[in-house]
């Protein structure tokens, strides 16, 4: 299942550059133990010849991703998948069974190398920059950590008007300075990207989500605190949400232009929360808080393709059609014939394999992919993803299962 998109003449430049990152990281990690690693940089003669052969027909995959992101008809249907980067890989779990979260998105070493796992094994489409969408926060004043077991723990209470007034002035914010590590790991992801012939994704957390995260502190199921604050806001007794939704976009389209200029080519934002809101919520505070955030990235880089996904706003599809992004991600919970359907023909759609079926055995993966391509208009009509992220304990060699059907599949007349 190992990957052909590497030509034969970048075989041993990427042997060497792999021998050259392990050795970068050594004093973090034992040597990847990954069965599919060293086969993927180090190809039999066979196996040259044959990627050989098929240089001419991946002449176009350094640019594919960003093509179809931006609404091009591609030769074929590109792929990448949210949370590519692991703990389903044994050789990602080297590093998060030792080191905290933090020290590994912010160690530029040990970020480059958990970006670049499973590209190496799989050869998806893109390669994602191993971060978190609470990442930028501090700039703003905000602290938080990953808690092992937990998930994120903000310990900046932003509960109402006073409080929204001490975080920081959003035109103060220096993204190399609060955060130095963002312009290394990009750089060099950039350049790895484009010897690797693929395409380098950068992403950033919409403003609603990133407010619920801070005002509830953590994960929530009702998201109760944050709620309030809408209601409060609403019947005008405060407006501590609405002013903290307008500095967070501010801030997160700054940042998302940040990463462009340290490398990033594609930007996905992401409504993690969106499951939380009603069709009338989303339209009076997530909505115009993202669409700000998307229109300082797209003003300032308007080449470089957005897309918007909404974790949980199928139920509300059809009111993400002028985001104002290049792409519209949706989830697993909707057909995707439905979706392509309610957002019509002429927005570009990703997404939408079940992660679960990625549990399941080879054929009924393999299905899944040319459903899911079918249904989106049939291949190189849309950018294949999961309807969320790949799930911890997802059997490894699932992913290049589905990574190899989607990028073999010439449609049903084929």
């Excluded at 066979?46 to 990627?51: K, S």
């Excluded at 249907?77 to 933090?102: C, E, I, N």
């Amino acid at each position: 299942y190992f990957k052909e998109q590497y030509t034969f003449t970048m075989i041993l430049p990427r042997a060497l550059l792999s021998i050259a990152l392990l050795a970068t990281s050594s004093a973090f990690a034992p040597p990847s133990s990954h069965p599919r690693s060293a086969s993927c940089i180090i190809h039999s003669t066979t196996e040259a010849a044959a990627v050989q052969e098929d240089v001419a027909s991946n002449a176009g995959d350094r640019d594919i991703l960003i093509r179809a992101a931006r609404g091009e008809q591609v030769d074929r249907t590109p792929v990448w998948l949210m949370r590519q980067a692991g703990r389903y890989m044994s050789a990602f779990r080297q590093y998060s069974d030792k080191y905290p979260f933090r020290e590994r998105s912010e160690t530029p070493s040990m970020a480059i190398e958990l970006s670049l796992q499973c590209h190496r094994a799989y050869g998806m489409d893109g390669i994602i920059m191993f971060s978190d969408i609470l990442t930028p926060l501090p700039t703003l004043g905000i602290e938080f950590d990953v808690v092992k077991g937990i998930g994120p723990v903000i310990s900046t209470e932003v509960r109402n008007d006073e409080d929204v007034a001490k975080l920081a002035d959003v035109a103060d914010v220096d993204f190399d300075k609060t955060l130095p590590f963002i312009r290394e790991i990009l750089g060099t992801l950039s350049k790895e990207a484009e010897e690797a012939n693929t395409s380098l994704i950068g992403f950033v957390g919409a403003p609603f989500t990133l407010a619920s995260y801070t005002i509830e502190g953590k994960s929530s199921k009702h998201c109760l605190r944050t709620k309030k604050m809408m209601m409060a806001d609403d019947d005008g007794s405060s407006t501590a949400m609405a002013t903290f939704l307008d500095k967070l976009a501010t801030m997160i389209g700054n940042y998302g232009c940040h990463q462009i200029e340290c490398g990033a080519q594609v930007i996905q934002v992401f409504e993690s929360w969106a499951h939380q809101l009603s069709p009338k919520q989303f339209e009076q505070f997530a909505k115009p808080a993202a669409q700000k955030a998307i229109k300082i990235i797209k003003e300032k880089y308007p080449d470089v393709p957005v897309i918007y996904f909404a974790n949980g706003g199928s139920s509300y599809l059809e009111c993400q059609r002028d985001m104002g992004a290049d792409m519209i991600a949706v989830d697993w919970s909707v057909d995707m014939a439905e979706a392509r359907k309610i957002l019509g023909p002429d927005i570009p759609i990703s997404g939408n394999v079940d992660p679960t079926i990625l549990f399941g055995t080879k054929e009924q993966i393999e299905e899944a992919v040319r459903e899911c391509i079918d249904k989106a208009g049939g291949p190189g009509k849309h950018l294949l993803n999961l309807g969320h992220g790949v799930m911890q304990g997802t059997p490894e060699e699932a992913v290049g299962w589905l990574v190899d059907e989607c990028k073999r599949y010439k449609g049903k007349d084929a």
